[in-house]
């Protein structure tokens, strides 16, 4: 069965630091990723998201991530952090063989970013 | 557009009673889900459509029920609530499989007493 799994579940930043959250999967076969974001009191919103090609996807908000195939993990970054990032991300994967658009997601990790 | 729209947001029951939670999409979207949030353990797939007549089990069905009959609405039953189906519950859509990014609506926070 496919599982998901995020390292980090707490992360505490001070502005202007770098981010790096690490995500990683168990599937043997083709995948979609994504990682989501919620914001307090707010729903989940696609952060970016990786169907094919460059491995160094780019999304909303300075966040960009890295799929690395071989380590089957898709790490989220960013390079300086702000106080409006303090959110739950949420990594999250399909299975392109599966063809219903179903979502296996990772517990979620939870970021405060100090001012 | 609305986008995914759920009621209510917030309801308590008593273990035992019945309930639905609503969820609609104005975007014309194939697929919808729901999902489960609990602390600690993400959001978990109780049930998918594919499309209106056609419904699937997910990770986590057992106590619930789902029917598809428009492209608009997915309703979810909770047929006899119990405490461990306290959670947050989020409904979503996507144009179809393919595309996959997924819409997700606003949450219903229901408590089993």
């Known amino acids: 069965a496919q599982s998901v799994s995020q390292h980090n579940h707490h992360v505490i930043l001070s502005e202007a630091a770098s981010l790096e959250l690490g995500c990683n999967y168990s599937y043997g076969g083709t995948v979609n990723l994504f990682w989501y974001v919620q914001y307090p009191g707010q729903h989940l919103q696609l952060l970016l998201k990786y169907f094919s090609g460059d491995p160094l996807v780019k999304g909303i908000k300075g966040f960009e991530a890295e799929f690395i195939k071989s380590k089957f993990s898709f790490n989220l970054r960013k390079p300086s952090v702000q106080w409006s990032d303090t959110a739950e991300y949420f990594c999250?994967?399909?299975?392109?063989?599966?063809?219903?658009?179903?979502?296996?997601f990772g517990q979620g990790t939870t970021l405060q970013v100090k001012p | 557009n609305a986008g995914v729209t759920q009621t209510p947001k917030f309801q308590v029951l008593k273990t035992g009673q019945s309930m639905t939670l609503q969820c609609a999409q104005d975007m014309n979207h194939e697929y919808m889900s729901w999902y489960r949030q609990d602390p600690g353990m993400g959001l978990r797939l109780i049930h998918y459509?594919?499309?209106?007549?056609?419904?699937d089990q997910g990770e986590v069905p057992n106590g619930y029920n789902v029917s598809r009959s428009t492209t608009e609405d997915f309703p979810l039953r909770l047929l006899s609530a119990a405490p461990s189906q306290t959670s947050v519950y989020f409904c979503?859509?996507?144009?179809?499989?393919?595309?996959?990014?997924?819409?997700f609506g606003p949450g219903t926070r229901l408590t089993v007493t």
């Open positions: 999250a994967v399909n299975a392109r063989s599966s063809n219903t658009g179903k979502l296996i």
């Open positions: 979503a859509s996507s144009r179809d499989r393919i595309s996959y990014e997924q819409y």
């Open positions: 459509s594919v499309g209106a007549g056609i419904t």
